[in-house]
Nanobody, 120 residues
Framework: QVQLVESGGGLVQAGGSLRLSCAAS????????MYWYRQAPEKQRELVAS???????NYADSVKGRFTISRDNGKNTVYLQMNNLKPGDTAVYYC??????????????WGQGTQVTVSS
């Protein structure tokens, strides 16, 4: 019903920047909060950043001051601007969205993930 497609991952040197995008499509009445998670090898998935429909944001302590989450409600797209990347940011990054498909029905959707690799 709803698909999330991420893009923008890749290989970058430490100190570099990447911008991730996640576009939602399908049967969407409205999108509530949107999130970026990441999962490094042999580690648990962790929440990186979140943004509400009104634009309020929150960040993990490890990325504060370096990452910026934003969204374009007209395009059903969320972005993650990542600056001053560190090797510890290497992970698969996942987009997550809480979507109202029809009024009163809120569902949780995930993207397929995009690899971010930061070399030292």
């Amino acid at each position: 019903q709803v698909q999330l497609v991420e893009s923008g991952g890749g290989l970058v040197q430490a100190g570099g920047s990447l911008r991730l995008s996640c576009a939602a499509s399908g049967r969407i009445f409205s999108i509530n909060a949107m999130y970026w998670y990441r999962q490094a090898p042999e580690k648990q998935r962790e929440l990186v950043a979140s943004i509400t429909s009104g634009g309020s944001t929150n960040y993990a302590d490890s990325v504060k001051g370096r990452f910026t989450i934003s969204r374009d409600n007209g395009k059903n797209t969320v972005y993650l601007q990542m600056n001053n990347l560190k090797p510890g940011d290497t992970a698969v990054y996942y987009c997550n969205a809480l979507v109202t498909v029809v009024p009163g029905h809120l569902n949780d959707y995930w993207g397929q993930g995009t690899q971010v690799t930061v070399s030292s």
